[in-house]
């Protein structure tokens, strides 16, 4: 019999934040080519090294041990169209007690059914996942009969997947690893010690744990294990976006792209890599759930090309709790930002807010899958993000590839300023409506 746990309450909140500083081994520059120049010519102009090519791009990242001239040397080079640190990047993940959040209240308390289980499209999945509130608030429920993501494919930009998680495994296709080539698990890699704490053997020890914070690499939830092993700090981000879309979208196929590793770390370079290869695999829709107040060019023009190819792109704004003019890639143009809301349409304490917010969707007291085949509760505009993820979906299901419609899923929005008056005019079109998306007839 398949064994399934809540594993409790998991506060992510997610961003991102980019550095700059050069690697031990020297500077990393994200390079891209004017038309009819070879990288060759480039590097024995300024004495780089190309480390790695986005294929069907003019995209290279070179590195140099030179000073901090070459970038401004590879900015004015006549064969060159943009150049720019390849900047590191890290999923932050803040976390804080529910309490400081407003609680959980008796009937929030009452979801957390960790043993009931509900057929759910062909498997057996948690039922306080699959009849969760936030597919009520958001209506996902009324379209059922009308769409359920069949023939369509999203793709995400995280930390991978959990491939053999029950609920999602008949969903995934086999993604893009951008970190080593090998595998989009988020279980590759871990020790056997982290591993053996995934096995049935240990949902005792999971069980006795309510709340739990992802950003002490779930080790908060394992104080005390006789192994000492550590969780990553950014292990089961994947999975909790995956699992968001699938709930969402139950029949669309998941695409998962691993830049980030376990800890978090990525860099610019991958993450842009990541955004073509979304485009070249013809996804429906790409999700990316980071922010960071760094922007990029090179990013920029990425994603106006995965736009031009008929992706929708979406992007969660943060969780700094503040009006965030300049988020990205949520800036960008043809990206929808998400911020998250409360099960009472309320802006959550964490989101950001402003001008890069199209849209707002439930993004506290999410149920969604997490390693192990088990499932937890995330709060973050991380999740609010792949609501709308998944909301495009069924749309795309009923109108083809391409975004021409996706707009739809932001312009049938409820709006929400009257239940946030604080925050008038800064929360996009307001809280998804996924049954009047689809019902609309305008």
Known sequence: MMRV??????????????????????????????????????????????VRHIRHTPIYLVKSSGDDTVLSDLQNDKHVESAEKNAKVKLRSNSQQASSIGGLSDA???????????TFYGTSVLKSYAEQPALTIEHVNEVRSLSTGAGTRVAYIDTGVDPYHPALRPWLDPGVDLLND?????LDGLSDAMTSLLDDAMTSLLDKRFFFALDDAMTSLLDGDKNNAVFPPAFGHGTLVAGVIHVVAPDARIVPIKAFDPYG?????????GVYRAKDLAVDVLN??????????????????????????????GNDGKNA??????????????????????????????????????????ISTAP??????????????????????????????GHSDS?????????????NPAYSSQLGKGRINVGRALNDKN
């Not at 004017?34 to 102009?45: D, E, F, P, Q, R």
């Not at 760094?294 to 979406?314: H, N």
């Not at 707009?407 to 239940?419: E, F, G, K, P």
């Open 182 to 186: 090998r595998s989009v698990s988020e």
């Open 108 to 118: 929030m308390t009452s979801l957390l059914d960790g043993h009931t289980l509900t």
């Open 265 to 273: 770390n990525t860099t610019m370079f991958s993450i842009i890599e």
């Open 288 to 317: 990316m759930s980071f922010s960071t107040t760094r922007e990029s060019v090179t990013l920029r023009k990425a994603i106006a090309d995965a736009w031009a190819s008929g992706v929708s792109v979406v992007a969660s704004v």
């Open 407 to 419: 707009s739809r899923v932001i312009n049938t929005a409820d709006d929400i300023d009257n239940l």
């Open 5 to 50: 746990r809540l594993l409790g309450a998991v506060l992510v909140l997610v961003s991102i934040l980019a550095l700059s500083q050069a690697e031990s081994g020297g500077q990393e520059y994200i390079v891209t080519l004017k038309t009819g120049h070879s990288i060759s010519a480039v590097n024995n102009a300024h004495g780089t090294q190309t």
């Open 325 to 366: 003019s300049n988020v990205y890639p949520a800036s960008y143009p043809g990206v929808f930002g998400v911020g998250a809301t409360d099960f009472n349409d309320h802006l959550a304490s964490f989101s950001n807010y402003g001008k890069p917010v199209s849209v707002v969707a439930t993004g506290a007291f999410v």
């Open 372 to 401: 192990g085949g088990r499932y937890a509760a995330a709060w973050g505009t991380s999740f609010s993000a792949p609501m709308v993820s998944g909301a495009i979906a069924l749309l795309a299901q009923t109108r083809g590839h």
